[in-house]
Every structure is written in C-alpha cells, then in structure tokens.
C-alpha cells in the first residue's frame, strides 16, 4: 500500500503519514510563502485522493472501522493498529498450536519407551 500510494503521488504519502496540517514555512514573520488558503484546498485534495486509494484497498470488515475517520492519517494508524493486533493474535495461535505439538510428540515418545 505505502508503494502504491508513493507511486501515484509522493505527497499523497505526506498527507497520510503527517496529516492534512502540513507545517507553514515562513519567509518573514508577516509574510507567508504560500497563500493558505490555496495551500490548504490543495492539501484537502490531496488528503481525499489518499482517502479514496486506501479505501479502495480495504475489505468491507477494515472499511467499516476507518470509514468515518476524516484524515488519512488517522486512517493510516487505525489500519496499522487492526494488523498489529492481527499479528500478534496469529504468533500466539501459531505458538499454541507449536507447543500443543511438541507436547503430543512427548506424550508419544513416553508411550514408546
């Protein structure tokens, strides 16, 4: 996902790992470098073309927990908190099964001897 997004627009990924609020560069303390509100349509833009990429992604399961979220950002982390969980919820299964294994490999190596 984060190959697709960068490959479509780099600063889609920016959207998605920052957020909308992109922090203002200034060349003088009155003078902006950019007219804000131009700066933020385009980062409106580009938060929403983000949006619809990993939207398009998703199962019906993940879209339903993220489809109310507003930024890509949060977007992002709740995704990548669902598959951390998923992870770790797959190791300790794959570790059971693993020791319940070896435990029944014991029991017949006892019943051998």
Known sequence: MTSFIQ???YDLWDIVVL???MPKETISKTRMRY?????????MKLNSKAKHIIFYALSSNEFDHISSCNSTK???D?????????????????????KESESESDEEDASEG
């Open 78 to 98: 709740k995704l990548e908190d669902m598959h951390k969980v998923k992870n770790v919820e797959r190791t300790i299964s794959c570790l059971m099964a693993l």
């Open 74 to 76: 949060v977007i992002w």
């Open 7 to 9: 490959s479509v627009d």
């Open 35 to 43: 007219d804000e509100k131009e700066k933020e349509k385009e980062m």
């Open 19 to 21: 957020g909308p609020e």
